[in-house]
């Protein structure tokens, strides 16, 4: 990751921040990538801004890195962006009441937001929440001009057992049923990066992101094409983006 990241620098001579995703690239839940923390560590020497980006919503931010934390990585609450705090300040923005489709863990992260009498539908992942009474719930709601806000549309994500659904089928299973568009607000949306680059008070085009293959695909399949410019990085596939957000 280290030595790639310094080649891009020389070849552009202007590399000033690197967002860096979590899941998936660091680790999987409590198993850390063979290599990640050092890897990290080096990174740190550069004199670069380093966000982390994820799409977790399983847990809130906090929760997630005290678990980063524990697992030896050196991250910081200041440098994490979420999908769900993208997905707060859009409802802040909105000024709606939620239906929240997250895990209990993660509800933290909307302290303060009022739930009552709800009037939106926001989609994390839920696995504890996803069965039918909630959902035909939320479907009423999305016929009645409710909006659905998806946190994120990942069709799977990676667990220790395997790969496991993500809330991307049923995000699509509602706007099938109802007509009604989601608003996606996290990864790989280019408001989501360029919210996070805007943190770093950085150019776009001076930022590089680095992922893994879902990270990779996912990018890809947006209506906006990348530019060309991927390298694999390690034998695990995982992939450093160099592009404009």
Do not use: W
Request: hydrophobic share 40%.
């Amino acid at each position: 990751m280290l030595t790639r990241a310094r080649c891009l620098m020389t070849t552009t001579g202007r590399l000033s921040a690197v967002l860096v995703d979590l899941s998936g690239t660091l680790h999987v839940e409590d198993t850390v990538i063979p290599g990640a923390v050092e890897a990290l560590r080096r990174l740190r020497q550069c004199p670069l801004k380093v966000k982390f980006v994820t799409n977790t919503t399983k847990e809130s931010k906090q929760m997630l890195v005290d678990r980063l934390q524990k697992l030896g990585f050196d991250v910081q609450p200041e440098e994490v962006f979420t999908s769900l705090t993208a997905a707060r300040n859009l409802v802040e923005e909105l000024k709606v009441r939620p239906m929240l489709f997250v895990q209990d863990s993660a509800l933290p992260d909307f302290e303060g937001i009022d739930t009552t009498n709800p009037n939106a539908v926001v989609i994390g992942l839920a696995p504890d929440k996803f069965n039918y009474r909630p959902l035909n719930d939320a479907f009423r709601l999305l016929l009645e001009g409710a909006p659905l806000i998806a946190i994120h549309k990942a069709r799977y994500y990676k667990k220790s057992d395997g790969l496991s659904l993500g809330p991307g089928p049923f995000v699509t299973g509602l706007e099938y049923a109802t007509d009604v568009t989601a608003t996606v607000v996290g990864k790989p949306e280019t408001t989501f990066f360029r919210e996070a680059v805007k943190t770093l008070g950085c150019a776009p085009e001076d930022a590089l992101m680095i992922g893994d293959v879902n990270t990779d695909q996912e990018m890809k399949r947006r209506s906006t094409p990348l530019p060309p410019q991927c390298v694999t990085v390690s034998q695990r596939r995982y992939t450093t983006f160099a592009t404009k957000y």
